[in-house]
């Protein structure tokens, strides 16, 4: 059974940090594109940050470009979301996702091209 369990969430204050963690078990996600999505309350979910599946290629939302960073470590089967400088408005439970398709570079932010997710960490970011 494939499994993406987020890790990290919690309570900070506004200009603090808060690192991610997306273990994944089941099968391995090393050729695949990996991304973070987050969904406030009473909003829809949107997209954060996707990285290739080497690392090489990232995007981000214009949103938490220059105060997040997506990477991945493959050995591990894991992939992190390191957020800086966090605003309230960044206050979302954020979930990690996994694309079916391989060795692809082209990043994209639909919600509709992931196949895989998480059950979702909560992030609290207070004023």
């Known amino acids: 059974q494939v499994q993406l369990v987020e890790s990290g969430g919690g309570l900070v204050q506004a200009g603090g940090s808060l690192r991610l963690s997306c273990a994944a078990s089941?099968?391995?996600?090393?050729?695949?594109?990996m991304g973070w999505f987050r969904q406030a309350p009473g909003k829809e979910r949107e997209f954060v940050a996707s990285i290739s599946w080497n690392g090489g290629v990232t995007y981000y939302a214009d949103s938490v470009k220059g105060r997040f960073t997506i990477s991945r470590d493959n050995a591990k089967n894991t992939e992190y979301l390191q957020m800086n400088s966090l605003k309230p408005e960044d206050t979302a439970v954020y979930y990690c996702?996994?694309?079916?398709?391989?060795?692809?570079?082209?990043?994209?932010?639909?919600?509709?091209?992931?196949?895989?997710w998480g059950q979702g960490t909560q992030v609290t970011v207070s004023s």
């Open positions: 089941g099968r391995t996600f090393r050729t695949n594109t």
């Open positions: 996702a996994a694309r079916r398709d391989r060795f692809t570079t082209t990043q994209t932010s639909a919600i509709s091209t992931y196949d895989y």
